[in-house]
Structure formats: structure tokens, C-alpha cells
């Protein structure tokens, strides 16, 4: 019960920090701030290669490896997006950069 | 069963992503925060082949590698309009991946472990759900179905059925855990999605991502207690709770409450709207009138909506521009927090077309601006700048903070046609004596005001 009760720890506390950390966000980057944070749930990956790595029969690996390809695309698509997001707030300057190409 | 060296690393992993989204609130570090989780995640996935060992290696890579690869080409591909349908498909396949995962473990959980079957049951349901939700809100926003709500005699019973019944086989799958019935709630959940986001209206439909989002978040953290992975717990924890708090500041931007987006078009279809076009007289003008009035005005405010992006005349808008402030004009651009489809989505395109961040002015910092404006420029937009949110109690979009357009000495709208905005409603600006219309593609008339400014 002492591993269920430390599990149940870290989530009340990860929920609080989750609500901490983007209390103060502009509007402006309310859409990049959402593509980050499904960025991050990508990491269920993790959980993917873990059973996958478990399994025994083959349905099963299939499966897995299912859930491996969708997780991926949901981690490094969502970085790539964001990052293409954020590439264009550029401060002054910027543009300069992209004449001189 | 891992090493301390691999929680360690995993607590590492942890921290990059809360330190990520924290940098991901400002713009000045919002780059380097998205980079920051990114290695965060590289870095757990490494963790996990080193620490469990997994059989099925090369299977597994494979997988991945095209994943990676299937993840890239989308996301570069991307036209930056159609950005917000990517952000959904991207949410549902991982929502998918949670149920997968938990299905998987289903055989793994023993008898007495009661808590960690009802985080499986959980995972399996919401993951579900998550996955279809977001398979229809991509549907909505490609135009592959109809933007209108979706409603029919019957879905309310229908939906709340299929809740209690996800409910229900929740329970049995609590005491007996078996596959079969997992799939059975997979099926349950798949349904409810659907049925869920089939009457939101198209404008409401990011509010409806992001809370996916939250869900997703939620899975994954569930299946980290499954698992016994404390990074899915944390990392899923805090996308649930920044997801939820980031669906309620959508919504607050636009006057709603969640509820009253999911559901109300269910309840008396408060979101429906007419659509029909009304034919009060207008006035409409020429390229040229519309330039004398911008050449020779002080201080222009323009308005960026949904339909300069989908004309693609963001370039072409910021020539006008910086033809007017070459005449000595002060232009701003005021940016409605839902400008486009997405809380934040018009900042993006116009930072697309290399306008200078400090040139985007967000609503509360410029409302006060419009009385001293002598006009405004309203591209493509349309329910920002309606003043029935402020007049009008039984519009759908009343309360909804609007940019005060009306205050201004005179008021321009581009548009294609008198066809009403995404939320369905007349808008009493357009019959405004002092508003004039121009008629057409964004990008044509811009292009032609551009021209006629030169002259001017």
C-alpha cells in the first residue's frame, strides 16, 4: 500500500505544479503552450516500449508495436510542430536575417 | 523492477518538462522550452531501452523509426492554417497509444489489485475516448464534415447511455480482468468520443483539443500507475492539470464556459445560429475609396481574422502595411485572443509573414485605442468585432470580449461575402453607416489596396 500511497503523492503534487507552471501564459501562446504539452504526453512511448518489450505472442507484439508508431507520432510530430510554431515569433532582427538568405 | 540510476535519470526527464512548460508561457524562452522537453523525452526513451531491456528489439525500432518518420513529414508538411487539425491528430493517436498500452497490461494485473485495474479500466476508456474525439474534431476542422453542430433526436440519451454503460463495463473489468471485455470498453469509449464532439460547433472545436489534450494527459498518467513508471505519471499529471487550466483560459477568452461549449448545442441549440446571409442595404466600395481613406489617416487598426489566413494574404497584408507607416502612418494589428482557429493561431500566421512581434497588439492592451483610431482595417474577420456580444443577450456569442471596432471613426471590412462568421450571427457593424464593404479574396483586394495606396 506504501508504493500506491507514494504513486498518489506525485500525482497530487504533478498536478499542482502542472497548474503552477502555466498560471501566468499570454493568450499569444496559448496554441504553441497546447502543442507542447501534447508534445509531452507523447512520452506514454515510454509505456509502449515497455509492454512491447514484455510481450510473448505475436498479436500482442503487433499491438505493441502499434502503440509504439502512434506514440512516436504523437511525441516527435508534436515537438516538430511546436518548434515550427515558435520558429516564427522571431524579435526585431529576424527578418534582417531571413533578406539576407 | 529498475536501477536508481534510471529513476534518477526519469526524475531528470521529469524536471525538463516541467522546467519546458514553464518556458513555454513566455515567448521570449517559449523555443528553448519546447527543446527542453524534447530532450527530455529523448532522454527517457533512452533511459528505457537500457533499463528494461526489451525483447522484440528490432521490431520495436523499426517501429519507431517510422513513427519518427511519419511525426516529421506531417509536422514539416503542414500548411501553418492547418495547423490545429495536425495538433488534434497528433492528440489522438497518442490517446490511442495510452489504450493500447493498458490493454496490453491487462494480463498483468492480478487479482486484488484493485486500484491499478481501475487506473487500466480508466486509461482504456478515456484513451478511447481521447482517440475518436480528436479523429472527429480533425474531420471538423479539414472541412472533410461539417463545421455545424451535429445534433439528433436522441444523442443526449444516447451519449449519457454510453458514459453509464463505460461505466458499467469499467466495473467489470475492475473484477475481472480480461481482454475481451477491455476491448468491449475500447469499443464503449471510441463511441462516446464521437458522440461527444459531434455537436460542437466548429469555432468551439480547439477548446474541445485542448481538453482532449487534458484527457490524453490524464491516460498517460494512469498508465504510468499501471505501470509503476513514475515519469508517465508525473509528465501525463502535468498535461491533465496544465491542460484543464489551459481549456478554461481558452474558454474564459471567449465568454464560455466549457460546459456551455460541449453541451449547448444539445440543450437548445444556443450555438446553431441562423447562416443565412439577411439583404439589409450596405455600403460597399471601390479599391480606391477604401485607399484614400487608409492613406490619409493617422492612426489604422487592423483586425486579422480566419479569412486573411485562409486566403493566404498575411504577406500581402504586411506590404499594405508598411506602404502605410512608410506615409507616417501608426498602424497596429489587434489580435483577438480566438483570431483564427485557435487561441494564439493568428499570432502564428502573422509571425509567419515576418510581422514584428511588437507590432501585434492583444485586446485588452489596445480596446482602449479604437476611439482615437481613424480606421479599421477588419480582414477576414468577422463574430471579434461584433457588438451583439455586448448588446445582444440571446446571441450566441454574448459576453464574449469583443475588439470595440465600433468605437473607431470609420470602419472597413474586407470580406468574400455577406455570408455570416463562423458563429452564424448577423453582424450590426456591417450596416453601420460609417462601415464600408469590400467586396472579394482577401488577398485580390489587398493587393489592389495596396496599389491604389501607392497613388494616393
Known amino acids: 500500500m506504501t508504493e500506491s500511497l507514494a504513486l498518489l503523492t506525485i500525482f497530487v503534487l504533478a498536478a499542482f505544479v502542472g497548474v503552477e507552471v502555466i498560471s501566468k501564459v499570454s493568450a499569444t501562446l496559448h496554441t504553441p503552450l497546447m502543442s507542447g504539452a501534447n508534445a509531452i504526453h507523447g512520452v506514454i512511448l515510454v509505456g509502449a516500449i515497455i509492454v512491447t518489450g514484455q510481450a510473448e505472442s505475436v498479436p500482442v507484439v503487433i499491438v505493441g508495436l502499434l502503440a509504439v508508431v502512434l506514440a512516436t507520432v504523437n511525441m516527435v510530430g508534436g515537438f516538430v510542430v511546436t518548434d515550427r510554431m515558435l520558429e516564427m515569433f522571431r524579435g526585431p532582427g529576424g527578418r534582417k536575417k531571413e533578406l539576407h538568405k | ?456
Request: net charge neutral; hydrophobic share 50%; aromatic share 6%.
Open chain 2, 1 to 456: 523492477v529498475i536501477g536508481t540510476w534510471a529513476q534518477i535519470g526519469y526524475l531528470v526527464a521529469a524536471v525538463c518538462f516541467i522546467l519546458a512548460l514553464k518556458a513555454l508561457s513566455s515567448p521570449k524562452t517559449a523555443r528553448t522550452g519546447n527543446a527542453l522537453g524534447a530532450a527530455g523525452a529523448v532522454l527517457a526513451v533512452i533511459i528505457t531501452f537500457v533499463a528494461y531491456k526489451p525483447d522484440n528489439l528490432v521490431p520495436i525500432l523499426i517501429a519507431l523509426l517510422i513513427g519518427t518518420v511519419g511525426g516529421v513529414v506531417g509536422s514539416r508538411r503542414v500548411q501553418m492554417t492547418h495547423m490545429p487539425q495536425l495538433v488534434a491528430l497528433f492528440n489522438g493517436v497518442g490517446g490511442g497509444a495510452a489504450a493500447l498500452v493498458a490493454l496490453m497490461e491487462l494480463d498483468h494485473v492480478q487479482d486484488g489489485q484493485t486500484v491499478a485495474a481501475i487506473a487500466t479500466a480508466f486509461t482504456i476508456l478515456v484513451g478511447a475516448i481521447s482517440f475518436s474525439g480528436s479523429i472527429v474534431t480533425f474531420a471538423k476542422l479539414q472541412e472533410l464534415m461539417t463545421t455545424r453542430p451535429i445534433t439528433f433526436p436522441g444523442l443526449p440519451v444516447l451519449f449519457v447511455a454510453g458514459l453509464l454503460g463505460g461505466v458499467a463495463v469499467s466495473v467489470w473489468l475492475v473484477s475481472e480482468p480480461r481482454v475481451l471485455v477491455g476491448v468491449l470498453l475500447c469499443l464503449l469509449g471510441l463511441a462516446v468520443g464521437v458522440m461527444l464532439v459531434l455537436p460542437v460547433g466548429g469555432a468551439d472545436v480547439p477548446i474541445v483539443i485542448s481538453l482532449l489534450n487534458a484527457f490524453t494527459g490524464l491516460t498517460v498518467a494512469a498508465g504510468g500507475y499501471v505501470l509503476g513508471n513514475t515519469l508517465l505519471l508525473v509528465a501525463g499529471t502535468l498535461v491533465g492539470a496544465a491542460g484543464t487550466l489551459l481549456t478554461k483560459l481558452m474558454a474564459d477568452a471567449m465568454g464560455r464556459s466549457v460546459f456551455n461549449i460541449l453541451f449547448g448545442a444539445v440543450r437548445g441549440g444556443s450555438t446553431l445560429g441562423g447562416g443565412t446571409a439577411s439583404d439589409r442595404p450596405v455600403i460597399s466600395g471601390s479599391a480606391e475609396d477604401v485607399a484614400i481613406l487608409l492613406g490619409y489617416a493617422q492612426r489604422v487598426i487592423i483586425v486579422p481574422g480566419y479569412g486573411l489566413a485562409v486566403a493566404q494574404a498575411q504577406h500581402t497584408l504586411r506590404d499594405l502595411v508598411e506602404e502605410l507607416q512608410g506615409r507616417g502612418v501608426k498602424v497596429d494589428y489587434a489580435i483577438h485572443p480566438v483570431a483564427g482557429r485557435m487561441p494564439g493561431h493568428m499570432n502564428v500566421l502573422l509571425a509567419e509573414a515576418q510581422v514584428p512581434y511588437e507590432q501585434l497588439r492583444e485586446m485588452d492592451e489596445i480596446n482602449g485605442d479604437f476611439k482615437q483610431a481613424d480606421v479599421v482595417l477588419v480582414v477576414g474577420a468577422n463574430d471579434v468585432v461584433n457588438p451583439a456580444a455586448r448588446t445582444t443577450p440571446s446571441a450566441p456569442i454574448y459576453g464574449m470580449p469583443i475588439l470595440n471596432a465600433d468605437e473607431a471613426q470609420r470602419v472597413i471590412f474586407l470580406k468574400r461575402s455577406m455570408r455570416p462568421g463562423f458563429a452564424g450571427i448577423e453582424n450590426e457593424l456591417l450596416y453601420d453607416p460609417r462601415t464600408t464593404l469590400l467586396f472579394g479574396d482577401a488577398r485580390e483586394s489587398l493587393a489592389k489596396l495596396l496599389a491604389s495606396v501607392k497613388t494616393v
